[in-house]
């Protein structure tokens, strides 16, 4: 069991310290995997400022889990030792608030076991949803017909949008932020939203051809199950869990 906490540790200090580095091969990678998208476009592409035009969806999919990752490291830099919110929601079990001093000082202190697991999974939901957008939505032009503008513009968003948010939960939950169960919660909550939203959008959209709008239902009901199976196995975890007590809570188990 030490032996894990010390592996997990380590997964942890490596995405703390390599990330930069990480950042860097996304871009590369996004952005070769864009332009192949828009080279391989159903409809041919003339000019540069077409190239740029359509290129401009995969630039923003590329940068807005960056966006993310800088936001919330500059809104929480390494050991900073932040408050606990005034309200408290997770009231299940007894627990006897510590210091924060106290609680870093803690064996259960930090995104190590199952928590290392469950921030590597967040981080995962990056490139999993991108690998998803690239495979299911062809790179069209404003020559298109009117639904596949809206259909790449929807599911554009909603990548932008839940690489971003879960990014930031990833960050808060490597640096040891108090707020990052919410933000959970919240990037969760959105994560539902927003599949509402694109079928939504989509559904109004004229001409839209019926096995497109299979296979898009079925994309929104993938997203909607890998939600919700994350709430359900993750909750739990996250209101019960020792670790997550101390860490983000700073509070112990009262015997």
Same mark, same amino acid.
Request: overall charge positive.
């Given at each position: 069991?030490?032996? #894990? ?110 928590m290392a697991s469950l921030m ?22 404003a020559d298109a017909p009117g ?23 990833? =960050?808060m939950a490597l640096r040891s932020?108090? #707020?990052?169960?919410?933000?959970? #919660? ?46 359900? =196995?993750?909750?739990?975890? #996250? ?17």
């Amino acid at each position: 069991m030490v032996d #894990l906490g010390r592996k997990t540790r380590a997964v942890a200090a490596f995405f703390d310290v390599r990330m930069e580095m990480m950042i860097t091969a996304w871009i590369g990678v996004m952005l070769f995997a864009g332009a192949v998208k828009v080279a391989t476009s159903p409809l041919p592409v003339d000019g540069l400022q077409q190239w740029g035009a359509q290129l401009l969806p995969y630039l923003f999919v590329a940068l807005s889990p960056v966006a993310g990752y800088r936001v919330a490291a500059g809104s929480f830099p390494r050991g900073l030792l932040s408050a606990q919110p005034i309200f408290r929601i997770a009231r299940l079990g007894k627990w006897c608030p510590v210091d924060v001093v106290e609680a870093r000082r803690n064996p259960a202190f930090g995104p190590a076991g199952f928590m290392a697991s469950l921030m590597v999974g967040i981080l995962l939901n990056v490139p999993v949803r991108t690998v998803e957008y690239l495979a299911a939505i062809p790179s069209v032009g404003a020559d298109a017909p009117g639904w596949a503008q809206t259909l790449q513009m929807a599911m554009t968003v909603d990548v932008v949008v839940m690489n971003f948010f879960y990014m930031v939960c990833f =960050v808060m939950a490597l640096r040891s932020v108090p #707020l990052f169960p919410r933000m959970l #919660l919240f990037a969760w909550a959105v994560d539902v939203g927003m599949q509402f939203m694109i079928a939504d959008m989509v559904a109004s959209a004229r001409g839209l051809p019926e096995m497109v709008g299979r296979t898009l239902l079925t994309l929104l009901h993938g997203n909607l199950d890998k939600v919700f199976i994350s709430a359900a =196995v993750w909750l739990p975890y #996250l209101l019960l869990s020792e670790r997550v007590n101390v860490t983000y809570r700073h509070r112990i188990w009262k015997s």
